[in-house]
């Protein structure tokens, strides 16, 4: 007996750590689709679709269906590289396509006849536009997180306050405040959600809802999706905030942070 419940153990944690990659990427909202086609337009079947994450190497892979589409589902924000190859046609390369946080970026393919290892690659790349969903969307990459001013709440800052470059965000007085009753495009304060790597940060009970937005530093890009949030965000009525952590590369890195109380202008910086 007492083997046998070891075994069940030893089963039980195998599946665990086999399912636990698969379960962390799920909590990714980011992907690419397309469609892989040859130089007439028909759709290329079965072409093997590979996508590199620039910063720390992580290939995704795919095919390309019956008819041609193709989709690279639960990917990290960042810029990677875009690779497609098929018998009888040339190996396709897109050096850098962006994915940014909670958005379908959409890459068609056509492939041109000639030897695999034979390469085509895109120089002049057009910045990728999402033509997978209908919502309104304002995204807040690393740069402006970065490098645009905060206002100090107490001895710290607050990421919620960039939450104020979506148009038609204000607070319940009409002015750029206190992010904690913000209204997203006229709905009421305290109904949007607040979601990082596909993790509510919202605590609903019966005196309302409390939000806890992630540490400034810990975060890569987020998105404030104000009207026409997908349906997996349909339990939030008044915006939806989507999270993003940042997530290791190749190369160590870290963060300093300086603060500089000015009494003469009463302010810090």
């Not at 086999?18 to 909590?27: F, K, M, N, R, T």
């Not at 005196?207 to 975060?219: I, K, Q, R, T, W």
């Not at 987020?222 to 952590?245: C, D, L, R, W």
């Amino acid at each position: 007996m007492g083997t046998q419940r070891r075994g069940v153990s030893l089963l039980v944690l195998l599946i665990s750590l086999i399912a636990a990659p698969q379960l962390w990427a799920q909590a990714e909202s980011s992907a690419i689709t397309g469609r892989v086609t040859d130089p007439t337009g028909l759709a290329a079947i079965g072409a093997e679709i590979v996508a590199t994450n620039l910063a720390n190497g992580t290939e995704y892979r795919a095919k390309s269906g019956s008819d041609g589409n193709y989709l690279l589902p639960a990917l990290a924000l960042g810029a990677y590289g875009l690779r497609a190859s098929l018998a009888g046609f040339r190996t396709y390369i897109n050096p850098s396509v962006q994915v940014s946080v909670a958005t379908t970026a959409r890459v068609d393919i056509q492939m041109q006849v000639g030897e695999v290892r034979e390469n085509v690659t895109v120089s002049a790349v057009a910045p990728v536009l999402e033509t997978e969903s209908h919502s309104v969307a304002t995204v807040v990459d690393d740069k402006q997180i970065a490098e645009l001013p905060l206002k100090m709440t107490g001895s710290s800052t607050h990421i919620e306050q960039f939450v104020f470059l979506t148009p038609g965000t204000v607070t319940q007085r009409g002015e750029v405040g206190p992010p904690f009753n913000t209204q997203i495009s006229g709905t009421q304060a305290f109904s949007r959600e607040l979601e990082i790597d596909g993790i509510s940060l919202a605590t609903r009970n019966d005196e309302g809802v409390v939000y806890v937005p992630p540490n400034l530093g810990s975060v890569g890009e987020f998105k404030v999706i104000s009207t026409n949030a997908p349906a997996q965000y349909g339990y939030a009525n008044g915006g939806v905030e989507v999270y993003s952590m940042k997530s290791g590369t190749k190369e160590y890195h870290g963060s300093l942070y300086e603060y500089l109380r000015n009494d003469a202008q009463g302010h810090w910086c």
